[in-house]
């Protein structure tokens, strides 16, 4: 058998260990499932659609194999949306509880992350709120799938939650790395200022709401103050940016 055969073989052996596992987890329905070393709580804020995620292990895949390669332990971390909780984790076991920052609009959520932290030994910072660049309370329509929640109306109830500015933000934890995956809110972000401590941006671009004019004026912000992609999975995915070495920061969109 070729070295192509055994690789195909191996790929197909771990798509039906993917499923087993998923089936399993299906019919026994358990309240907690390890992802990747990590415990992750199935609370009421869990609906069936992400517990389909969860019991598959696909969840946030791309953002765990990007961070995981790009973090150092003396980076400080900022995470805009911070889901269940997962990649806040990982990132406060790579770096320190005390180096991770992660703000989190929907306040359905806050209290499913802070079980996480709790299963899992870390204490990170967890602020609630919608951050945008002037920081103003938001509109945040909380649909039952947490991932559909956003700022933009696809939907959901709509509540009013506070607001953080992007800026305060940077200026007060001083992060050279930000995680952004907040649903379409990205857009919101473009008219502030990237730190010049910022080394590294991994976000998650949403096309499919903001469409692709949003996607492209998000890229041009980050662009203009000093980064170039890294790696790059399109506009309705994860996007890397690294700082060009030497670059000065650029100015307000």
């Known amino acids: 058998m070729t070295r192509f055969d055994w690789a195909r073989l191996l790929r197909a052996a771990a798509r039906l260990r993917r499923r087993a596992r998923a089936e399993y987890r299906r019919r026994t329905r358990p309240q907690l499932v390890w992802h990747?070393?990590?415990?992750?709580?199935?609370?009421?804020?869990?609906?069936?659609?992400?517990?389909?995620?969860?019991?598959?292990?696909?969840?946030?895949?791309?953002?765990?194999?990007?961070?995981?390669?790009?973090?150092?332990?003396?980076?400080?971390?900022?995470?805009?949306?911070?889901?269940?909780?997962?990649?806040t984790v990982l990132c406060a076991r790579r770096c320190g509880s005390e180096r991770v920052t992660s703000v989190e609009a929907n306040p359905r959520l806050l209290s499913t992350i802070r079980t996480t932290f709790l299963c899992n030994g870390v204490s990170p910072r967890l602020i609630p709120g919608a951050v945008s660049a002037r920081g103003e309370p938001q509109t945040l329509f909380v649909s039952q799938n947490?991932?559909?929640?956003?700022?933009?109306?696809?939907?959901?109830?709509?509540?009013?939650?506070?607001?953080?500015?992007?800026?305060?933000?940077?200026?007060?934890?001083?992060?050279?790395?930000?995680?952004?995956?907040?649903?379409?809110?990205?857009?919101?972000?473009?008219?502030?200022?990237?730190?010049?401590?910022?080394?590294?941006?991994?976000?998650?671009?949403?096309?499919?709401?903001?469409?692709?004019?949003?996607?492209?004026?998000?890229?041009?912000?980050?662009?203009?103050?000093?980064?170039?992609?890294?790696?790059?999975?399109?506009?309705r995915s994860v996007v890397v940016f690294e700082r060009v070495r030497g670059a000065a920061a650029g100015g307000r969109g």
């Open 36 to 87: 990747h070393g990590i415990r992750l709580p199935l609370t009421e804020a869990v609906s069936e659609e992400m517990r389909a995620t969860l019991y598959s292990g696909s969840y946030e895949e791309r953002e765990y194999e990007v961070l995981s390669r790009l973090l150092q332990p003396d980076d400080r971390v900022l995470e805009l949306g911070s889901g269940l909780g997962f990649i």
């Open 146 to 235: 947490f991932w559909s929640s956003s700022t933009h109306d696809r939907g959901g109830q709509p509540i009013t939650v506070a607001g953080v500015a992007l800026e305060s933000l940077l200026a007060e934890h001083q992060p050279s790395v930000l995680v952004i995956d907040i649903e379409g809110g990205e857009t919101a972000l473009t008219s502030a200022a990237i730190s010049p401590s910022v080394r590294a941006i991994v976000i998650e671009l949403h096309a499919g709401v903001t469409g692709s004019e949003g996607a492209a004026q998000v890229r041009s912000w980050i662009e203009r103050h000093g980064f170039s992609i890294a790696r790059d999975w399109g506009d």
